[in-house]
């Protein structure tokens, strides 16, 4: 079946340094991979929308500076949190379908800790 | 702009009993509905979806939603919860099905179900 692991599940990091997350598609391709942030008692934000062989489309309030994205194949995303910050704090979430007619798959997050 | 409103943060029922979860939303056309779970430490797993037809869909784990146009709703049933249904629900909607659209969540709804 299809499947989306991230990792890490877990990490902690100082403030003001920076934190990279990555998260591999299993038994299909992912085509469009979508990273969302669930900051503490809040719904997932969409932080941007990376689909192979196009721009990747960031959502207001979050950039590529702060945000860089890559997805260099059909199987693997990653993405970086530069200069971490309290409200940097939350589950980050990454989506990943095949096409625009199929569902996402979501991985299990990366829950990250700023102290 | 579309949006999703869950407005019980927290719902605890007994083993055995009925369950639904609210979901109203804002969009001016017809949405593409989806019912998410969280299990505790897991990513998001899709329970059932609305895109046209039927307004009553059947999900996993013998959930079901019907759609309303005219209350902009579309809530989530199940007719007897199980101790493992404790998790949390999120709504979600998304503006159609080309790539670049994207799900927009609710704030979830903790279920606790007591045994």
């Known amino acids: 079946g299809a499947l989306v692991y991230q990792y890490p599940r877990r990490t902690i990091c100082k403030s003001g340094t920076s934190m990279r997350m990555e998260c591999q598609a299993v038994?299909?391709?992912?085509?469009?991979v979508a990273w969302y942030r669930q900051s503490p008692q809040k719904t997932f934000e969409l932080i941007a929308l990376?689909?192979?062989?196009?721009?990747?489309?960031?959502e207001q309030n979050f950039t590529q500076e702060k945000f860089p994205i890559s997805h260099p194949n059909l199987s693997f995303s990653s993405m970086t949190v530069l200069n971490a910050y309290l409200e940097d704090r939350g589950l980050y979430l990454c989506?990943?379908?095949?096409?625009?007619?199929?569902?996402?798959?979501f991985g299990s997050g990366t829950r990250l800790l700023v102290i | 702009a579309q949006s999703v409103t869950q407005p019980d943060a927290r719902v605890t029922v007994s083993e055995g009993a009925s369950l639904q979860l609210r979901c109203k939303y804002s969009?001016?056309?017809?949405?593409?509905l989806f019912w998410y779970v969280q299990y505790p430490r897991q990513g998001l797993q899709l329970l059932l979806k609305?895109?046209?037809?039927?307004?009553v869909v059947q999900g996993v784990n013998s959930f079901e939603a019907e759609f309303s146009k005219s209350n902009s709703s579309f809530h989530l049933q199940k007719a007897s919860v199980h101790w493992s249904d404790s998790a949390v629900y999120f709504c979600?909607?998304?503006?159609?099905?080309?790539?670049?659209?994207?799900?927009?969540f609710g704030i979830g709804t903790r279920v606790l179900v007591r045994p």
């Open positions: 969009y001016s056309a017809t949405p593409y």
């Open positions: 609305y895109y046209s037809g039927d307004p």
């Open positions: 989506g990943a379908r095949p096409n625009a007619n199929s569902d996402y798959t």
């Open positions: 038994g299909f391709q992912a085509t469009s």
């Open positions: 979600a909607l998304s503006m159609g099905n080309s790539a670049g659209n994207k799900l927009t």
């Open positions: 990376s689909t192979v062989n196009s721009a990747i489309k960031y």
